[in-house]
């Protein structure tokens, strides 16, 4: 099962590149990541923002990784962590109000997570930040699905933010790693694509952990939802 989600995962992510080639969706990302570079510190906040509204509808993670190519490691990160986080708590207070019953649908199509919505009621943001390390759900989904939970908004967003920082850390340093291959000798590239290798070994060895951790915690409906190595890219 392992291999066929990551040929699934694959399959994805050949099938969005297809996209992006045949739809001017890439010259529009180009255009926009251009606008960025020139815009100086404004850009930081921009980036930001925009990550949070696509982040609504669709997955973040070409943006995560086009942060790491525009402003590097640090800043990127931070940018990603900013954006994404400001995601997930509209999303959260969306689920709360106007698209609840639209949200109800939505998670009861989804049983598995009923196990993680009994954990929260337990223990609270522990099992989200848990939940954001092991990405046993698309983060996409468990956005708007945390807010059918009873976890107060602070401790939501807190748990989220530290939840997806390895996954985040890992998909911009994959993008700056590729801005940084185009000017290195071999010597370095070897070291680069090393550093990214470790990264994402890191990111899924940490959700290995959690997603132990949410099995101890009497989740167990909630393991094999999705493959951390895949789901992480939601982020």
């Known amino acids: 099962m392992p291999y066929l989600k990551i040929a699934i995962g694959v399959a994805f992510v050949v099938a969005f590149v297809v996209m992006l080639r045949l739809l001017p ?3 529009w990302l180009t255009e926009f990541q251009s606008y960025v570079r ?3 510190p404004i ?3 921009v980036y930001a923002l925009v990550y949070a509204i696509v982040g609504l509808f669709f997955s973040g993670s070409v943006l995560t990784i086009g942060a790491g190519a525009i402003f590097g490691m640090v800043a990127g990160t931070i940018v990603v962590l900013v954006g994404a986080t400001l995601t997930a708590t509209i999303a959260f207070v969306l689920a709360r109000t106007v698209l609840r019953s639209r949200v109800e649908r939505l998670v ?7 196990a993680v919505d009994r954990a929260v009621a337990r223990e609270g943001a522990k099992i989200v930040l ?5 990405a046993v759900f698309p983060f996409l989904f468990v956005n708007y699905a945390f807010g059918l939970t009873g976890i107060k908004t602070g401790a939501y967003i807190l748990a989220t933010l530290l939840g997806i920082v390895p996954g985040t850390v890992a ?3 994959l993008g700056a790693a590729g801005a940084a291959l185009a000017t290195q000798n071999a010597t370095r590239t070897a070291f680069t694509i090393a550093g990214v290798v470790i990264a994402f070994a890191v990111s899924i060895f940490v959700a290995r952990i959690a997603s132990a951790a949410i099995k101890r915690a009497g989740v167990e409906d909630a393991s094999g939802a999705s493959d951390p190595a895949l789901s992480a890219t939601e982020s």
């Not at 009861?108 to 009923?114: L, M, T, V």
């Not at 848990?130 to 092991?134: G, H, I, P, S």
Request: aromatic residues 16%; proline residues 4%.
């Open 25 to 27: 969706i890439g010259t």
């Open 38 to 40: 020139k815009a100086g």
């Open 43 to 45: 850009g930081y906040v």
């Open 108 to 114: 009861a199509s989804k049983p598995k997570f009923a």
């Open 130 to 134: 848990l939940v954001r390390l092991a």
């Open 171 to 173: 998909f911009v340093y």
